[in-house]
C-alpha cells in the first residue's frame, strides 16, 4: 500500500513564504507525475503544480512567479515552494502521484489527506 504524507502547512501572513513537502511510502517501483492540488472552501479542487519523472513542470496562472515545485527522486518526494503569498492562496493543499508499484503497467493515482495552508494578518 502506498501513502503520500504532506508536511509543512500552516498560518502566515500575506507576503510570506511556505514549504510544503510530500513524501510517498510503501511499496514503489516508479513514481511518474507528482503534483499539487487545492482546495478552497466552496470551490472546486485546482491544479497547482505539477512535475514529470523527467522534470518537465506545469504551473496554475494564479501561481507563477510565485510558486516553486520541485522534486527528489531518490526520497520519492516533490516539494511546494510557496513565496509572496496572498490570502487567496488560503486552502488545504492535496499532493498527488502516479506510482507503480510493481512495474510499468502498474501505475495507479493517489492523494496526500491534505494540508492547511492559511494566509492572512
Known amino acids: 500500500q502506498t501513502q503520500l504524507v504532506e508536511s509543512g502547512g500552516g498560518l502566515v501572513q500575506p507576503g510570506g513564504s511556505l514549504r510544503l513537502s510530500c513524501a510517498a511510502s510503501g511499496r514503489i517501483f516508479r513514481i511518474n507525475n507528482m503534483g499539487w492540488f487545492r482546495q478552497a472552501p466552496g470551490k472546486q479542487r485546482e491544479l497547482v503544480a505539477l512535475?514529470?519523472?523527467?522534470?518537465?513542470?506545469n504551473y496554475a496562472d494564479s501561481v507563477k512567479g510565485r510558486f516553486t515545485i520541485s522534486r527528489d527522486n531518490a526520497k520519492n518526494s516533490v516539494y511546494l515552494q510557496m513565496n509572496s503569498l496572498k490570502p487567496e492562496d488560503t486552502a488545504v493543499y492535496y499532493c498527488?502521484?502516479?506510482?507503480?508499484?510493481?512495474?510499468?503497467?502498474?501505475?495507479?493515482?493517489?492523494w496526500g489527506q491534505g494540508t492547511q495552508v492559511t494566509v492572512s494578518s
Open positions: 498527488n502521484a502516479d506510482v507503480a508499484y510493481r512495474d510499468y503497467y502498474s501505475y495507479t493515482n493517489y
Open positions: 512535475i514529470t519523472s523527467v522534470g518537465n513542470i
